[in-house]
């Protein structure tokens, strides 16, 4: 068995910032600070977060691996097949789901 990570490239997309109430305004009574999201912002802000299994770099995988055969290049999370033996604790510990086992063959 090897491990196979899906998209491990780290991208990083700013939040969507809010529409606020100006101070001044905020002065004159009780009125509503933040006006939250529109529709669309809403679903941009969304896919920031929940992209399902695409790595996002926690370095879990890194840091659980017995054999150290997982490294960082940049934004890259690279597994060196030299050095796995392919014992899962990588898949296992991911929280995204972004690495798979698959049997070599």
Do not use: W
């Not at 669309?40 to 879990?60: F, I, T």
């Amino acid at each position: 068995m090897s491990s196979k990570i899906k998209d491990c490239q780290l991208n990083i997309t700013s939040r969507c910032q809010e529409e606020t109430l100006a101070v001044d305004q905020r002065l004159k009574g009780n009125y509503l600070v933040k006006h939250g999201f529109d529709e669309q912002m809403a679903k941009k802000e969304a896919s920031r977060c929940l992209v399902n299994n695409q790595c996002d770099s926690c370095d879990l995988c890194r840091l659980f691996c017995p054999d150290l055969a997982i490294t960082r290049n940049e934004n890259k999370i690279e597994i060196d097949y030299d050095y796995c033996k392919g014992c899962g604790i990588c898949a296992f510990i991911c929280p995204k789901g972004a690495i798979e086992m698959v049997l070599e063959g």
